[in-house]
Nanobody, 122 residues
């Protein structure tokens, strides 16, 4: 299984982007899927997650109310709708997946896709 993220780009503050992650192969076994991001000079950080089955979603405090994660198992896609972008959202965004459900602080995804760059100008 491979993950391929797309949809990044350069956008002005306040704008929106829609990131997509396409998974090759079956996704039903990936109980947890999530987006992480890494800004220049900073550690990689959790952004949002979606658990298969319950459909429960999780968000970092910094993105709550602005980001929306969704998943379509029929289409093997994970989507991140990003609104009200801020310069501090500038980062490479990674799509991830694991055979376990996401759990805050203890989840280490097995599968990482290549990132997509999001740059927000002020």
């Amino acid at each position: 299984v491979q993950l391929q993220a797309s949809g990044g780009g350069l956008v002005q503050a306040g704008g929106s982007l829609r990131l997509s992650c396409e998974a090759s192969g079956r996704t039903f076994s990936w109980l947890g899927m999530a987006w992480f991001r890494q800004a220049p000079g900073k550690e990689r950080e959790f952004v949002a997650a979606n658990n298969w089955g319950s459909g429960r979603t999780f968000y970092a405090d910094s993105v709550k109310g602005r980001f929306t994660i969704s998943r379509d198992n029929a289409k093997n896609t994970l989507t991140l709708q990003i609104n009200s972008l801020k310069p501090e959202d500038t980062a490479v965004y990674y799509c991830t997946a694991d055979k376990s459900h996401y759990s805050s602080g203890t989840w280490y995804p097995e599968l990482w896709g290549r990132g997509t760059q999001v740059t927000v100008s002020s």
